[in-house]
């Protein structure tokens, strides 16, 4: 039984994306915890807007519990699913994690191209480039745990690939 491989890092570093490439060059089966969430509950605008950030942790943390119990999936993450303690040391407990990272103006830009600032429901303020900031900087000593992968000025294919090799070298 494989070991399952968990994205995790800030808005818009590519999780999502990554995962799908990497799934396929692994053979594996892929998972986006917020989609599944979207699957059972709506949207996660919508989730935010009528029942609060804190259900959706509390979802978070089922989707945590019911992954960690998988194999051979690659397993990509909201933002903040791995800022909670038990969704870390359950998802880690079940595979290797890779944080991806990229610097505040590529997440904007990434964010910008895909209308993805309009959508995020923790970037509803007048100022989202402080909020962003703020949020990331609240975040980091998070995502510092686990190994670090730059997405900055790379495409989702040279980032999984990086992965892919990182994972097979390590098997050797």
Same mark, same amino acid.
């Given at each position: 039984m494989k070991e399952n491989i968990v994205l995790t890092g800030f808005m818009g570093t590519g999780k999502s994306v990554v995962g799908r490439k990497l799934s396929d060059l692994l053979h594996m089966d892929f998972l986006d915890t917020d989609e599944e969430i979207e699957k059972q509950h709506g949207p996660i605008e919508e989730i935010f807007r009528i029942h609060g950030e804190q259900f959706f942790r509390e979802c978070e943390k089922e989707i945590s519990q019911?992954? =960690?119990n998988y194999a051979n999936t690659v397993i990509a993450t909201g933002g903040g699913l791995m800022i909670n303690k038990q969704n870390a040391d359950l998802l880690s407990s079940s595979g290797r994690v890779f944080c991806l990272n990229a610097s505040l103006e590529e997440i904007i &830009?990434? %964010?910008d191209r895909s209308e993805?600032? =309009?959508v995020r429901p %923790? %970037?509803?303020s007048e100022d989202k480039l402080s909020t962003m900031k703020a949020l990331l900087e609240e975040? @980091?000593?998070y995502?510092? @745990?686990f190994e670090q992968v730059l997405t900055d000025g790379k495409s989702a294919t040279?980032?999984?690939e990086e992965i892919y090799n990182r994972i &097979? &070298?390590?098997d050797i």
């Open positions: 019911r992954l =960690s &830009n990434r %964010l993805g600032i =309009s %923790l %970037l509803h975040r @980091k000593m995502y510092e @745990k040279v980032v999984a &097979n &070298n390590d």
